[in-house]
Every structure is written in structure tokens, then in C-alpha cells.
Nanobody, 124 residues
Framework: QVQLVESGGGLVQAGGSLRLSCAASGRTYSSYAMGWCRQAPGKEREFVAAINWSGGRSYYADSVKGRFTISRDYAKNTVDLQMNSLKPEDTAVYYC?????????????????WGQGTQVTVSS
């Protein structure tokens, strides 16, 4: 299995930026599709962004499209999420996720492994 550890969360004003990083370990990491999901208080966990194992294809939830960018670094075994033009509604715990498949997954239920999450708070 894969172990995932997120970092980079914090407090930022609306319009600001944050970069989240997910450090992944595991013998089959390179064959896993990766993604980011988030969960706000009182709401269900929702899909945010995904990237296939090769890093050549990505997909974004409509709510973040044009503002967030997902990428992966095979040398460092990290999956990053660059978040720009942040809005208060982006406030949530952000989770890194991995799937035992090499193609993009766009729903929460498709992922097999999860990190513990990192808090992102966007103030008005």
C-alpha cells in the first residue's frame, strides 16, 4: 500500500495562494493515479483534482477549474496542488488520495488510500 502525508495548509486571505504537497511512499506509487479531495465542516468530502500516473492528464472539479493546478514529481515522490485566487468557500481540510489504477478518478469513492489531511482556511 501507499502512505500519504500532506503539508502546506494554512490561513490565507481571499485572493491569495497556497501550495499543498503530498509526500507518497510505497513500492507501487508510480502506477497509482493521484488526487486531491476536500471536506468542509458539515459537508461531504468532495473531489477537487486528479492526475494520472504519467502526469500527462489532469481533471478538475468545476468549482476550482482555472484556479488550481495539480502536478506530480516522480523524483521527489510528491503530488502538489497549487491553489490560486482562493475564495472563502475553498476553506476545508484537503486530503491527498491514491487509487490502485493508473487512470484518473473523479469521485471520492474511487480512491483506495488517504492522507490525514491539511487544513486550508481562507478569510474574507
Amino acid at each position: 500500500q501507499v502512505q500519504l502525508v500532506e503539508s502546506g495548509g494554512g490561513l490565507v486571505q481571499a485572493g491569495g495562494s497556497l501550495r499543498l504537497s503530498c509526500a507518497a511512499s510505497g513500492r507501487t506509487y508510480s502506477s497509482y493515479a493521484m488526487g486531491w479531495c476536500r471536506q468542509a465542516p458539515g459537508k461531504e468530502r468532495e473531489f477537487v483534482a486528479a492526475i494520472n500516473w504519467s502526469g500527462g492528464r489532469s481533471y478538475y472539479a468545476d468549482s476550482v477549474k482555472g484556479r488550481f493546478t495539480i502536478s506530480r514529481d516522480y523524483a521527489k515522490n510528491t503530488v502538489d496542488l497549487q491553489m490560486n485566487s482562493l475564495k472563502p468557500e475553498d476553506t476545508a481540510v484537503y486530503y491527498c488520495a491514491a487509487r490502485k489504477h493508473n487512470t484518473i478518478a473523479t469521485t471520492v469513492l474511487e480512491y483506495d488510500y488517504w492522507g490525514q489531511g491539511t487544513q486550508v482556511t481562507v478569510s474574507s
